[in-house]
């Protein structure tokens, strides 16, 4: 390899301490630096630069951190607490363990804005876009707004980001899913054509309650499994803090199939039909 | 007596699949807290650097914690985690910082370093320093908030592809605001 007798650009030199540069370039770097006095000064001052600012950083924010013990302590606690809460239990079985939890607060503070929020958002939202998909799609697709506007409990983001829900709706007791059927109107015969599903997911705070379970139609590409996929994504941005929970349950609470396309940037599910 | 031995071994069965799962699960609890050991402070100061109270930066790490113990036990990729809880901190905190409306000025840290030039002996000395100090924390305020927070997170040991993951911006974006805000800074120490 040809020596190089260019200096390396501040950039370059940067990457080269920081051990970011391809294995390709590094040689001629290095053997440039054996013979140029000048990049290894320039070099020593760019370290000195890097020291007195890790010194600064650490000076201020050093003293700030409180010690380690108790915060360990706490999310040993918590780790102990969610492997007590089964995994993919009924949701209710879950939540009432949790809401004995420390993390009551929290929950009770959110109750308010998301049932206020959840209501509002609906409201205003459903009147058109609902009608024009329901013109759109004579099955219901999307629920009927007024039978199933969708009902949220008090969920704490930790409990959303740390416990997993059960989002299956077989498991909601007979008597509940023949009424949802009944005001859905779908006799026992047409019964198989349907699945219940949650509107707002039990993960993202849905209850299991007849105002957010409705029959969803398998035959359309929009059915169980689309709305699994985008109520999975919603989680997903909700816990990376990318989302606010609020947000995740109004979108599905008003228009589900509005969301994904919002979400997944498509028209059409991406998910197998 | 037959369908008492099968029942036995459907129960010796379930309580080895019991104790495998509780196993998995302080396999589990033991990765996640040798992670905080080692990176609470680093993610702590970071989320102070980022203007939050060290209150509000504890209750971010616990939850950016959690997240990970959900992310593992979902099974979901494990290629750097480091990167994966910077990047849920990072977001939180934003988040955070929104909620409050305010932030608080970092450089409350110019004081701060004035109280820890203490520990040098010689009043003169002590002076000096203590000015470039204020100085480079001026300087370091100065910088846009993106450049402030790339320098943060490569103090913290993260690397370029990690910072660009956290931030969201591209690795030629990571390097160039690292050279620039360097730049800046070694200009204000030669004074």
Request: charged letters at 25%.
């Amino acid at each position: 390899m040809a020596d190089r007798y260019t200096h390396p650009t501040d950039e370059e030199l940067l990457s080269f301490v920081d051990g970011e540069l391809s294995p390709g370039e590094s040689p001629a770097i290095e053997r440039h630096l054996a013979t140029c006095w000048e990049c290894r000064a320039r070099r020593s001052k760019l370290e000195n630069t890097i020291g007195e600012f890790l010194e600064a950083h650490h000076g201020v924010l050093d003293s700030q951190l409180p010690p380690a013990a108790g915060p360990r302590a706490l999310l040993k606690a918590r780790m102990a607490e969610l492997r007590k809460t089964p995994r993919a239990g009924s949701w209710r079985l879950v939540a009432a363990q949790v809401f004995d939890s420390r993390q009551r607060i929290y929950a009770l503070a959110a109750l308010v804005i998301l049932i206020v929020a959840v209501g509002a958002g609906y409201r205003v939202s459903t009147s058109t876009a609902l009608d024009q998909h329901l013109a759109a799609a004579p099955q219901q697709v999307i629920p009927n707004a007024r039978l199933t506007p969708g009902a949220v409990r008090p969920i704490s983001m930790s409990e959303v980001c740390s416990v997993s829900f059960s989002d299956d709706a077989d498991q909601v007791p007979t008597s509940l899913r023949r009424q949802v059927l009944q005001e859905y109107k779908v006799s026992a015969r047409q019964a198989g054509n349907y699945e219940l599903d949650y509107l707002v997911s039990p993960q993202l705070g849905g209850t299991e309650d007849i105002r957010n379970l409705w029959p969803e139609p398998k035959s359309t590409a929009w059915n169980l499994r689309a709305k699994d996929a985008l109520e999975d994504h919603l989680h997903d941005l909700v816990c990376e803090g990318k989302l606010d929970l609020a947000t995740a349950q109004r979108d599905l609470s008003s228009d589900w199939i509005t969301a994904y396309q919002k979400y997944f940037h498509t028209l059409a599910p991406v998910t197998p039909s | 007596m037959s369908s008492s031995i099968e029942s036995y071994q459907r129960l010796a069965a379930r309580s080895v699949e019991g104790e495998q799962a509780r196993d998995v699960a302080s396999a589990l609890e033991a990765e996640v807290i040798s992670l905080f050991d080692e990176l609470r402070p680093r993610l702590l100061r970071y989320t102070l650097s980022c203007g939050l109270t060290s209150g509000d930066g504890e209750e971010i790490v616990q939850e950016a914690f959690i997240a990970l113990v959900r992310h593992l036990q979902l099974g979901k990729p494990r290629n750097n985690l480091r990167g994966w809880l910077f990047r849920v901190a990072h977001n939180l905190a934003l988040k955070r910082l929104s909620e409050n409306g305010r932030r608080r000025e970092v450089a409350a840290g110019i004081d701060e370093a004035e109280r820890h030039v203490d520990q040098n002996p010689n009043p003169e000395e002590h002076a000096t320093f203590s000015q470039q100090r204020a100085r480079l924390l001026a300087a370091l305020q100065a910088l846009p908030d993106q450049d402030q927070r790339c320098l943060r997170l490569r103090a913290e040991g993260l690397r370029y592809r990690e910072i660009a993951l956290v931030l969201g911006i591209s690795l030629g974006s990571v390097s160039a605001s690292l050279t620039r805000s360097l730049a800046r800074l070694g200009r204000v120490s030669e004074r």
